[in-house]
């Protein structure tokens, strides 16, 4: 279960004190995604960005796959569930700039103001989820907590309902979507049609065993 939990102070680390824990990160590293300490005291490191998306994104259409509404060269389309993705940012890129390079891995072309990053922390068997303002950076938060994805996870997800920018949304965007809720809305509908006409045979069969004359 998913609770807000408050952000935690950034702590501004020195230069040998970055070059020790990217050396102990790198040290625990199992899949080869290690970190790269540069010169001039910038790191690099991948991070990995679940996508939790619950509304349709929009994609140029050549590159679209799945269930989708088109409109000219675009098209709106769920993104599958539990789609992970592993970026290589340095450790100037702020949450906004990970958002950006998303997007534009997915060759997204909706307005990034509409998605937030979160980070999940996992502690005495609860799951902490807090958003992440644009200024922070992901690949610091990465370092100091280790690589270990249960102990610290990025989510990508929609700004929540009240929070939604709609005058981010174009309107053959907000076209899109309500073609797409259209026709889940028609076939949940035909789903609970069937479930009751199968309820009905069972039940008039049912009335026809018991009122049968003998």
């Not at 996508?51 to 349709?56: A, I, K, S």
């Not at 590159?63 to 000219?72: E, F, P, T």
């Not at 049609?193 to 009335?207: G, P, V």
Request: with cysteine; net charge neutral; proline share 4%.
């Amino acid at each position: 279960k998913d609770v807000e939990k408050e952000r935690e102070p950034h702590v501004y680390l020195s230069k040998e004190e970055v070059k020790e824990k990217i050396q102990s990160y790198n040290s625990s590293v199992t899949d080869k995604l290690k970190m790269t300490l540069n010169a001039n005291g910038i790191y690099t490191g991948f991070i990995k960005v679940q996508m939790e998306l619950c509304r349709p994104i929009t994609v140029q259409s050549s590159q679209s796959q799945g269930r989708c509404a088109h409109s000219n060269n675009e098209t709106a389309f769920y993104l599958p569930d539990g789609c992970v993705n592993t970026l290589h940012i340095s450790s100037t890129n702020t949450v906004r700039e990970v958002i950006e390079a998303l997007l534009k891995k997915f060759f997204v072309a909706d307005n990034p103001a509409k998605f937030a990053l979160y980070k999940r922390c996992h502690k005495e068997d609860q799951v902490y989820t807090c958003k992440l303002s644009d200024r922070e950076h992901p690949l610091y938060l990465r370092l100091v907590a280790g690589p270990r994805t249960e102990m610290l996870s990025f989510v990508l997800r929609e700004h929540e309902t009240g929070e939604v920018m709609w005058e981010a949304f174009s309107i053959p965007e907000l076209q899109n979507f309500l073609r797409i809720l259209d026709k889940e809305e028609n076939e949940q509908l035909q789903i609970l049609k069937k479930r009751y006409a199968a309820y009905r045979d069972k039940l008039e069969e049912a009335l026809g065993g018991v009122w049968k004359p003998g």
